[in-house]
């Protein structure tokens, strides 16, 4: 059976899928955990369909956050450029424009021209990478999956390259040295559990995320996806859930997160994207927050 190349990222089914054989979703034990509802997220730090939900996923958090927690995975979607080929992509300049395409549909700053300038020859170190930062902490660790993604998707940087690596691993609060010592020792084991555990789900593309429960029902939400299905996912295994309400004020939700794109801005603020671009816009103007402008789209920082 002919299979889609690794780097096929379709915008209109929002999935970023792998080779594979007939996978299938087999049954596995999901332990359970402290919240009811666990966010079982299979991705990968080059995934632009997984970027593309990140404003989905923070709402979710805002709205539904005493119910659930995030287990992530990396499911490693890019071995190297030696392992594949396809009509569709047939090295890294064949990923530029199609980066620039998803980040036009996903509305998320993405520039493609890292494909042309220094294009990663595989996945497998920021991944790796990850894996070593969730030693040192999940909080911390989730902060150094963001400031990865941020690096490569507006500012072009090879997340591939140690010293990016390093550099993202000291700007979120890591211990550079053993972040190194993990990332060429046990966070390479930790790593091949993962894609072991993808394997096992049948997972064959990102983003995959089983919605689970303490008794191991589930509920699987494959691609990219409408706000409306992840808070359904959630309320279909957990009905007491109580969506939340939250301060939509500027100085809020940078309280909440230090970095936000425009596209996540709007969601969480509840405005059109236009009306969010001038209102940051003048918050920058004004000095309340900060502003790296990529390409295709600002990063908005909290002062």
Same mark, same amino acid.
């Given at each position: 059976?002919?299979?889609?190349?690794?780097?096929?990222?379709?915008?209109?089914?929002?999935?970023?899928?792998?080779?594979?054989?007939?996978?299938?979703?087999?049954?596995?034990?999901?332990?359970?955990?402290?919240?009811?509802?666990?966010?079982?997220?299979?991705?990968?730090?080059?995934?632009?369909?997984?970027?593309?939900?990140?404003?989905?996923?923070?709402?979710?958090?805002?709205?539904?956050?005493?119910?659930?927690?995030?287990?992530?995975?990396?499911?490693?979607?890019?071995?190297?450029?030696?392992?594949?080929?396809?009509?569709?992509?047939?090295?890294?300049?064949?990923?530029?424009?199609?980066?620039?395409?998803?980040?036009?549909?996903?509305?998320?700053?993405?520039?493609?021209?890292?494909?042309?300038?220094?294009? &990663?020859?595989?996945?497998?170190? +920021?991944?790796?990478?990850?894996?070593? !930062?969730? *030693? /040192?902490?999940?909080?911390? $660790?989730? =902060?150094?999956?963001?400031?990865?993604?941020?690096?490569?998707?507006?500012?072009?940087?090879?997340?591939?390259?140690?010293?990016?690596?390093?550099?993202?691993?000291?700007?979120?609060?890591?211990?550079?040295?053993?972040?190194?010592?993990?990332?060429?020792?046990?966070?390479?084991?930790?790593?091949?559990?993962?894609?072991?555990?993808?394997?096992?789900?049948?997972?064959?593309?990102?983003?995959?995320?089983?919605?689970?429960?303490?008794?191991?029902?589930?509920? &699987?939400?494959?691609?990219?996806? +409408?706000?409306?299905?992840?808070?359904? !996912?959630? *309320? /279909?295994?957990?009905?007491? $859930?109580? =969506?939340?309400?939250?301060?939509?004020?500027?100085?809020?939700?940078?309280?909440?997160?230090?970095?936000?794109?425009?596209?996540?801005?709007?969601?969480?603020?509840?405005?059109?994207?236009?009306?969010?671009?001038?209102?940051?816009?003048?918050?920058?103007?004004?000095?309340?927050?900060?502003?790296?402008?990529?390409?295709?789209?600002?990063?908005?920082?909290?002062?």
């Amino acid at each position: 059976m002919e299979t889609k190349p690794i780097m096929h990222c379709d915008m209109e089914t929002g999935i970023c899928e792998i080779p594979t054989s007939e996978a299938t979703i087999e049954d596995t034990n999901i332990a359970a955990t402290k919240k009811p509802i666990k966010l079982l997220y299979f991705t990968d730090p080059i995934c632009s369909s997984c970027w593309g939900i990140d404003p989905q996923l923070k709402k979710l958090a805002l709205e539904y956050g005493p119910y659930f927690e995030v287990e992530y995975r990396m499911g490693g979607l890019l071995r190297s450029w030696d392992t594949y080929g396809g009509r569709d992509v047939n090295g890294p300049t064949s990923v530029a424009q199609h980066w620039e395409e998803a980040g036009a549909y996903y509305e998320m700053p993405i520039d493609g021209d890292l494909w042309l300038e220094d294009p &990663l020859p595989s996945s497998y170190p +920021p991944s790796i990478a990850f894996k070593a !930062a969730q *030693l /040192q902490g999940e909080a911390k $660790a989730v =902060k150094f999956l963001r400031r990865i993604k941020e690096m490569i998707f507006l500012e072009k940087k090879n997340i591939a390259r140690w010293e990016n690596l390093a550099l993202v691993a000291e700007q979120t609060g890591l211990d550079v040295a053993q972040l190194k010592a993990d990332f060429e020792g046990k966070a390479v084991e930790l790593f091949q559990q993962d894609l072991a555990m993808a394997r096992q789900l049948g997972v064959r593309g990102f983003p995959t995320i089983f919605v689970t429960d303490e008794n191991d029902n589930r509920v &699987l939400v494959y691609g990219s996806r +409408p706000y409306e299905q992840y808070e359904q !996912a959630l *309320l /279909q295994l957990h009905p007491e $859930a109580r =969506k939340q309400e939250y301060d939509k004020a500027y100085s809020s939700l940078f309280a909440n997160y230090s970095t936000l794109t425009t596209k996540e801005f709007a969601v969480l603020a509840g405005m059109k994207k236009s009306e969010a671009e001038m209102y940051l816009q003048k918050l920058y103007e004004e000095g309340e927050i900060g502003k790296y402008a990529s390409k295709n789209g600002a990063l908005w920082l909290k002062q």
